[in-house]
């Protein structure tokens, strides 16, 4: 059974920092493209930011560029998320996921999300 997990989430003052990890088991997640959403109290999950398979393509929301940071560690089966600069607006659930195709939606495998609270 392929399960994404998560990791890292809490409760941060605004302007802190959190760095979340997904940790898949099941398979290995080398080729695959992986990516983070969030979902926000009583809004649409949304796209974060995603990685290609070997880490040469990244890609941002316009909300997070410049203060999150995608990364992976394919010898460890591992994707990160480096968040610096925290606003109480990046409060969600953040959820790991994992497809063949690099995208900013469509992906087959989602973790149960970790909870980031931002304090202002």
């Known amino acids: 059974q392929v399960q994404l997990v998560e990791s890292g989430g809490g409760l941060v003052q605004a302007g802190g920092s959190l760095r979340l990890s997904c940790a898949p088991s099941?398979?290995?997640?080398?080729?695959?493209?992986m990516a983070w959403f969030r979902q926000a109290p009583g809004k649409e999950r949304e796209f974060v930011a995603a990685?290609?398979?070997?880490?040469?393509?990244?890609d941002y929301s316009d909300s997070v560029k410049g203060r999150f940071t995608i990364s992976r560690d394919n010898a460890k089966n591992t994707l990160h998320l480096q968040m610096n600069s925290l606003k109480p607006e990046d409060t969600a659930v953040y959820y790991c996921?994992?497809?063949?195709?690099?995208?900013?939606?469509?992906?087959?495998?989602w973790g149960q999300g970790t909870q980031v609270t931002v304090s202002s």
């Open positions: 099941g398979r290995t997640f080398s080729n695959y493209a």
């Open positions: 996921a994992a497809g063949e195709t690099y995208g900013f939606s469509r992906y087959r495998y």
């Open positions: 990685i290609n398979w070997n880490g040469g393509r990244t």
